[in-house]
């Protein structure tokens, strides 16, 4: 007999578990898409320039997480404002969770530096667990809205 043909509470939660962990599945295969979505954008020299102005660049999916508030993400890389010392070198990495269809949304800086060090930061492997950590950060503050 397998444990999910068990009768009782057993089954449910276990029924349950299976489903969480498909979730965090979907989540961490999302994440990986996205990374490398925004890495290969990244690497044209002419969408990231090393010096001046650019249109941002990003990647978005919807949330595969029932259990969390937000209902996209969106990894991007933008110039920071030009009151910033040094604007015209420093990019900036960030993660931005929204709330649908309300207007609230939630932003945390991931790294910020040169191109070359944006795209350094786009190949670390501990890149992935710290977008999974602040995207539930983020959507638990949406739910505090």
């Known amino acids: 007999m397998s ?4 009768t ?8 349950v578990a299976v489903q969480k962990t498909n979730e965090v599945k979907g989540m961490k295969q999302h994440i990986e898409t996205m990374v490398k979505s925004l890495s290969e954008k990244a690497k044209d020299s002419r969408a990231l320039p090393p010096y001046g102005e650019f249109s941002p660049l990003y990647t978005e999916f919807k949330n595969p997480n029932p259990e969390l508030c937000a209902t996209d993400f969106l990894l991007k890389i933008v110039k920071p404002h030009n009151s910033i010392e040094g604007h015209e070198t420093i990019r900036n990495l960030e993660l931005v969770a929204y709330k649908l269809p309300s207007p609230y949304i939630a932003e945390r800086l ?3 530096g040169t191109t070359d060090e944006i795209l350094k930061a786009l190949q670390d492997p501990e890149l992935l667990t710290k977008i999974a950590s602040a995207a539930e950060s983020l959507s638990k503050s949406l739910n505090d809205v």
């Open 110 to 112: 991931l790294a910020s």
């Open 3 to 6: 444990k999910i043909n068990k």
């Open 8 to 15: 009782g509470l057993n089954n449910i939660k276990q029924t």
